[in-house]
């Protein structure tokens, strides 16, 4: 059974900085393309980053500069490091395991960024 189990969410003023991780079981974690979506209340899920099983990671222009992602494919993890947060950045952020169209979700973090 493949579950991906996300943490790290909360509640940030604006500036601050929050880790998210995602640990991933029951699949082979370094043949996947990992990433991280999110969605704000009323919007559309829309992708934030990748992380090929290699290393490579590619990021959407609004977090460029200021999120990082990491894996660890020995432990099957996934992080994402955010600076400089700002209020548009709050939403859900999902962690999703991707190889060849198939897909899997986890539950998802809240992320919330308020003064």
């Known amino acids: 059974q493949v579950q991906l189990v996300e943490s790290g969410g909360g509640l940030v003023h604006p500036g601050g900085s929050l880790t998210l991780s995602c640990v991933v079981s029951g699949l082979t974690f370094n043949l996947y393309t990992m990433n991280w979506y999110r969605q704000a209340p009323g919007k559309e899920r829309e992708w934030v980053a990748s992380i090929q099983g290699g290393g490579a990671a590619d990021y959407t222009d609004s977090v460029l500069g200021r999120f990082t992602a990491s894996r660890d494919n020995f432990r099957g993890t996934i992080d994402l490091r955010m600076r400089a947060l700002k209020p548009e950045d709050s939403g859900i952020y999902y962690c999703?395991?991707?190889?060849?169209?198939?897909?899997?979700w986890g539950q998802g973090t809240q992320v919330t960024v308020s003064s």
């Open positions: 999703n395991a991707d190889r060849f169209g198939r897909e899997y």
